[in-house]
């Protein structure tokens, strides 16, 4: 009996501190959101404008952006996974964090396991294009031109698991293309983008963040959009075809930002940052912003932390069978 009372006790006091930490939460202390890619990158520019916008939701907080790049994200995530769960270091990470457990088959940290979801944050669609010198206008001639040259074509992409890298994979797959093309990895979205105007490569999939400029100076040939929807909205990719509408099924893809907090933060605190997250998201200079880099604000149910999750389960359970079957593994 003393002992079980022993135990109500603790269990009393740990709730007492927890709310206790909640209610001064976050105090004088800055939350630091880090980014796993060095500045100046769309996900680094995603965080900064997310920073200041949950700082004005949290009246008398300190948000900051620290960068730790390097192996596709995964020392920046390793990085908030080991963090203390405090509410102070939390991650901002896209499509990475669903891709990255087929491309490493040695990851120091789980995915689904390790992190506290917040929410969704935002998504960019992505546009499958190729070199100005492709004898083709529309999407249908664009495969036709590449089944017929199999084996003689190559694609681009910036990277293992950037977003051309699964962009490209995702696209070979459902059209059965994968030993068809040669996949060409470059240092970065500069280069492969320039190597694609220059027609030394002929294909490239990448998020509209990149793509919107070329497309709109006729530096590259723009063939289809990546979403389930068209991009009616969109001035000027509103015109151009789904892959779902050219046939191939299911087929939907985005490039999106989510934000995380280490295992174990405080139950308390974990709502704070997710009403702060919400309130951001509504914020006009942040959707102004995020729509000035070609990406969509979340406005459904995955700003809630459960829902997040099981977005990302699901993005898992896509990108897995695809990256097994191309055997293109960043380790």
């Known amino acids: 009996?003393?002992?079980?009372?022993?135990?109500?006790?603790?269990?009393?006091?740990?709730?007492?501190?927890?709310?206790?930490?909640?209610?001064?939460?976050?105090?004088?202390?800055?939350?630091?959101?880090?980014?796993?890619?060095?500045?100046?990158?769309?996900?680094?520019?995603?965080?900064?404008?997310?920073?200041?916008?949950?700082?004005?939701?949290?009246?008398?907080?300190?948000?900051?952006?620290?960068?730790?790049?390097?192996?596709?994200?995964?020392?920046?995530?390793?990085?908030?996974?080991?963090?203390?769960?405090?509410?102070?270091?939390?991650?901002?990470?896209h499509i990475g964090m669903a891709s990255t457990p087929a491309l490493y088959r040695k990851l120091p940290f789980k995915p689904l396991e390790d992190f506290e979801y917040l929410g969704l944050v935002n998504e960019v669609p992505m546009t499958l294009l190729g070199k100005p010198q492709l004898p083709a206008n529309t999407y249908r001639d664009f495969e036709n031109h590449i089944r017929a040259n199999a084996g003689k074509l190559n694609i681009a992409h910036a990277g293992l698991g950037s977003a051309s890298h699964i962009?490209?994979?995702?696209?070979?797959?459902?059209?059965?293309?994968?030993?068809?093309?040669?996949?060409?990895?470059?240092?970065?979205?500069?280069?492969?983008?320039?190597?694609?105007?220059?027609?030394?490569?002929?294909?490239?999939?990448?998020?509209?963040?990149?793509?919107?400029?070329?497309?709109?100076?006729?530096?590259?040939?723009?063939?289809?959009?990546?979403?389930?929807?068209?991009?009616?909205?969109?001035?000027?990719?509103?015109?151009?075809?789904?892959?779902?509408?050219?046939?191939?099924?299911?087929?939907?893809?985005?490039?999106?930002?989510?934000?995380?907090?280490?295992?174990g933060t405080p139950e308390d605190v974990l709502k704070k940052l997710n009403a702060a997250l919400k309130v951001a998201l509504k914020d006009p200079d942040f959707v102004k912003k995020q729509e000035g880099l070609g990406a969509v604000v979340v406005t459904d149910k995955r700003q809630e932390r459960a829902e997040h999750k099981t977005f990302v389960a699901n993005e898992i359970n896509k990108l897995k069978p695809v990256i097994d079957a191309a055997k293109q593994f960043a380790d």
């Open 167 to 263: 962009c490209g994979l995702m696209w070979q797959h459902a059209v059965k293309l994968n030993e068809s093309m040669t996949t060409i990895p470059f240092g970065g979205t500069a280069p492969a983008m320039t190597a694609l105007i220059g027609g030394q490569v002929d294909v490239m999939c990448d998020q509209t963040t990149n793509t919107t400029s070329q497309i709109e100076a006729g530096r590259v040939k723009a063939f289809a959009v990546t979403t389930a929807k068209p991009l009616s909205g969109h001035k000027l990719l509103k015109d151009y075809p789904t892959l779902q509408e050219m046939g191939l099924k299911g087929f939907d893809l985005s490039i999106w930002h989510g934000a995380y907090a280490p295992k």
């Open 1 to 93: 009996m003393t002992f079980r009372l022993s135990l109500v006790a603790v269990a009393v006091v740990a709730a007492t501190l927890g709310q206790a930490v909640a209610q001064d939460f976050p105090g004088s202390k800055p939350i630091t959101f880090v980014v796993p890619f060095a500045a100046g990158g769309p996900t680094d520019r995603v965080a900064r404008d997310l920073a200041e916008a949950m700082r004005k939701a949290m009246p008398g907080s300190n948000f900051t952006v620290e960068n730790a790049a390097g192996a596709g994200g995964t020392i920046g995530a390793n990085k908030v996974a080991k963090a203390k769960p405090d509410g102070h270091t939390l991650l901002l990470w």
